[in-house]
């Protein structure tokens, strides 16, 4: 009997390690066929054909298409919060983290941006699984604004208190603006955006700064009032606090 249990624990992180490369196969064999063919003519039956699995195995790892695509906003947040973590543990200058934060972004997104558009067809409808406000991108969601967190974290500079709790989902907006802008950018490698990076890190990082000086607090407050009041309440969750107003 003990023999047998040993057998069972020492096959389990065989099967985990086998079920994972499935799994990759399965993501990278439907990221590849949404390039070919676009993401509205793959079909779950075509990427099961193309990776060499059942159909029933390819909906036991992903249940629908759209699980799929969040699979590959998973990785690309794996991906990024690797690609950032040299520039998040050196440098304090939050102009530079800013710019490393976003400039990684573009890096590990390059290789998916040809057919970036094809996702975002998808992910605009406001009531689509896709989108990056909905429930099922709040995995994906929280990992970028954690990296938002940790850019402004350990950085030298010092924002306005009332201010601090809601900078990193601003800080994911303006990520998510560079994405939009992104997935239009014809130029070669993308040069246009990461210029638009270059450009508006030291803004950034300036506006932030002189946020917590007194005789800028008025704006400051209408500044918080008016993003409490109109950002998206998923990327807000948790930054108004008990109690706190909006005037």
Request: proline share 5%.
């Amino acid at each position: 009997m003990v023999k047998e249990e040993k057998n069972v624990q020492e096959n389990k992180p065989a099967k985990a390690a086998k079920s994972e490369q499935t799994r990759t196969l399965i993501l990278e064999t439907a990221l590849r066929l949404f390039a070919e063919r676009g993401y509205d003519r793959t079909t779950m039956r075509a990427i099961a054909q193309e990776a060499g699995v059942s159909v029933g195995n390819a909906y036991y790892y992903f249940a629908s298409k759209e699980h799929l695509v969040q699979g590959f906003y998973d990785r690309i947040a794996g991906e990024h919060a690797e690609a950032v973590r040299p520039v998040l543990e050196g440098d304090r200058d939050l102009a530079v983290r800013i710019r490393g934060v976003l400039l990684g972004w573009l890096d590990v997104a390059e290789p998916y941006h040809r057919f970036a558009s094809q996702f975002f067809k998808n992910a605009a409808d406001p009531d689509s699984p896709l989108s990056p406000f909905s429930g099922d991108s709040s995995a994906a969601r929280d990992a970028a604004i954690s990296i938002h967190e940790r850019c402004l974290a350990g950085a030298d500079v010092k924002s306005d208190p009332q201010l601090a709790p809601l900078l990193p989902q601003l800080m994911w907006l303006m990520q998510m603006g560079l994405v939009l802008y992104w997935v239009y950018d014809r130029s070669e490698g993308a040069e246009r955006s990461r210029r638009l990076v270059e450009r508006t890190a030291p803004i950034a990082a300036r506006a932030i700064a002189l946020s917590r000086f007194r005789v800028l607090r008025p704006l400051v407050r209408q500044v918080r009032g008016l993003l409490v009041e109109f950002l998206p309440e998923t990327a807000t969750a948790g930054a108004r606090g008990p109690g706190r107003s909006t005037d």
